[in-house]
């Protein structure tokens, strides 16, 4: 499975972008999908995860409200709607794709595929 991220960007705080991440694979639907970042000199974190089917979400309490997770099984790609954005959100983000569970985790290390990153930049 191959995934590409693409939509990162420079912002100003208060300011909104919207993530895509392209799966290369049939199996799409198969994978929960999540959202992980990386700030400078900090360890990759958890954003938001979506399951399978898309009917069920997880935030981290850090967006939680701010960002919405979506998915589109039918064009094997998966969104993050990033709304009123800080500069605390600034990070590399990156899609990573979870097959074999357990599901709507959190945790790093069960997720099997990544993709490359993109960046955002939020300036305040």
């Known amino acids: 499975v191959q995934l590409q991220a693409s939509g990162g960007g420079l912002v100003q705080t208060g300011g909104s972008l919207r993530l895509s991440c392209a799966a290369s694979?049939?199996?799409?639907?198969?994978?929960?999908m999540g959202w992980f970042r990386q700030a400078p000199g900090k360890e990759r974190e958890f954003v938001a995860v979506?399951?399978?089917?898309?009917?069920?979400?997880r935030y981290s309490d850090s967006v939680k409200g701010r960002f919405t997770i979506s998915r589109d099984n039918a064009k094997n790609t998966m969104y993050l709607q990033m709304n009123s954005l800080k500069p605390e959100d600034t990070a590399v983000y990156y899609c990573?794709?979870?097959?074999?569970?357990?599901?709507?985790?959190?945790?790093?290390?069960?997720?099997?595929?990544w993709g490359q990153g993109t960046l955002v930049t939020v300036s305040s």
């Open positions: 694979t049939r199996t799409f639907g198969s994978f929960d």
């Open positions: 990573a794709a979870n097959g074999r569970g357990p599901f709507l985790t959190a945790v790093v290390g069960i997720y099997n595929y």
């Open positions: 979506i399951s399978r089917s898309g009917g069920s979400t």
